[in-house]
């Protein structure tokens, strides 16, 4: 055993007297050491109630014949980071937590890891620092929240919270039910009710085959959490003794599969961000083109919210993932998972219990998935839009630039009517390096959307959008304008072309007068200069790289 190097021999006599003092046993020494990496904390909704769960898992290890050891990761949850400062510090995260993850598992020499994860970015981060280590890994998602319900009504927190900020400046609801909503919305734990991207990010992660059969749609709430926490903890130490490690099951097959099931439920724009940072780090390539390719070829299958009417609980009980892999069993990759059996055999062996919450394949609800990757001159390296959370009429749009150099700026316009029919809203200055942190904008499109402009005003930007956005709004526009991308150019009112169909974003000026503008632009004074964002942003990679960190 890897631990084997901490606990035996006569030179280990001062590492195995401190082993003692954490209550082990002499007996739990010749036993595979599962570090259980945990992040729960009191501040995320979605993490609160993972203490249960911790319990759950270690006696699932014990059971197993293992000795758990339980670690800390930090958690962030992006709603309350939302709109101030505090967001920056959410995707560095990730980069934290991998690190952590590569750091406990690195110096204790565990055998194998047990990750307690759920909300935003905190999944990646742990699929990140497993790979790295590359020792038998199970993740297993703490599961989504209930809905809200409200005068007979469900609930989410995105639509019925964030967008009822502009339904409330446009008059459309009361003080008073603005903060009945508040209070309702979220009844307790679990990530939120929609399709975002803690819930993406959970779909995707069973995918690829690293959680157990039905991990991802389990209620926060249900006994059904508990039993696949138990389970995980029980087969980590088989996949110990089989040297079954991530690399095996993180391959280019597991990826691809992915970003099918990421389309045709309509997932999260960050899922882009997210796959190519894990993918680089399992020493696979995966480039924007292969997720644009991918859309093309896939329906979107499910009408989940944002964009649609239904909520994860509803997906639950449709079959939840192994469903979803049922309906496109014909399209994936055969690839192993953790629970000892392939992706394919999963999918055969379920069943869709509601046509409707998943449709077949020849009765979608879009001919093409869920997210697109745009290119032009004001994205050369690529932007990225939640299609499949776009009306019809908003899949082509030209508009007149209003521009911002902060989200607070935009945030500000917005709330004071300042934004009209027809404007393209920018906010630049806030990507990886910018930002830096790359900031979710779910205040400034929810605004917009609750006031009743989401088709008639659209928001590009370099920084990204929470899983939560809808309407015609761009992300990830690379090269940022930190960077000298284009988007740094840009001027109130020149003109702007969105096709989504086509896969373009251009602004309508010649390539001779972009080169003159760039040539007389000058980089803005760093938002953050000390800290460790700061060293974050000079390391951070463009978006349309995973913004992951480089040394060089």
Known sequence: MKSDIIKK?????????LLYATGACAKDLSKPFIGIASSFTDLVPGHMHMRGLERAIENGVYAGGGKPFIFGVPGICDGIAMGHFGMRYSLASRELIADTIETMAGAYNLDGLVLLTNCDKITPGMLMGCLRINIPSIVVTA???????????????????????????????????????????????????GLFTANTMSCLTETMGMSLPGCATSLAVSSKKSRIAFESGE??????????????????????????????????????????AIAKEAGVKLDL??????????????DLRPGGEYFLEDLEMAGGIPA??????????????????????????????????????????????????????IAPEGAVVKQGAVHENAMEFTGRAKVFDSEEEAMDAILKDKIKKGNVVVIRYEGPNGGPGMREMLSPTSAIVGMGLSDDVALITDGRFSGGTRGPCIGHISPEASKRGPLAIIKNNDCIKIDIRKRRINVALSDAEIKRRLKKWKAPKPKVSEGWLS??????????????????
């Open 9 to 17: 021999g006569i030179s280990r006599v001062g590492n195995r007297a």
């Open 535 to 552: 060293r974050y942003a000079k390391f951070v990679s463009s978006a349309s790289k995973g913004a992951v960190l480089e040394v060089s």
């Open 235 to 276: 087969k980590i130490v088989e996949l110990v003794k089989n040297n079954i490690n991530p690399r095996k099951i993180l391959t280019k097959k597991a990826f691809l599969n992915a970003i099918i099931v990421d389309m045709a439920l309509g997932g999260s724009t960050n899922t882009v961000l997210h796959l190519t």
């Open 143 to 193: 599961g989504p929240m209930l809905t809200g319900r409200y005068k007979g009504r469900r609930l989410d927190l995105v639509r019925d919270t964030f967008e009822a900020v502009g339904k409330y400046k446009k008059g459309e609801i009361s003080r008073k039910e603005l903060d009945e909503l508040e209070i309702n919305a979220c009844p307790g734990p679990g990530s939120c009710q």
């Open 289 to 302: 083109g292969v997720f644009d390719s991918i859309s093309r070829q896939t329906p979107k299958i499910a």
């Open 324 to 377: 979803v892999l049922n309906r496109l069993i014909s399209r994936l990759k055969d690839n192993p998972t953790v629970s000892g059996t392939s992706i394919k055999n999963i999918a055969s062996k379920s069943v869709v219990d509601d046509e409707e919450i998943i449709r077949p394949l020849g009765n979608p609800y879009k001919e093409e998935g869920g997210i697109a990757i745009l290119k032009g001159n």
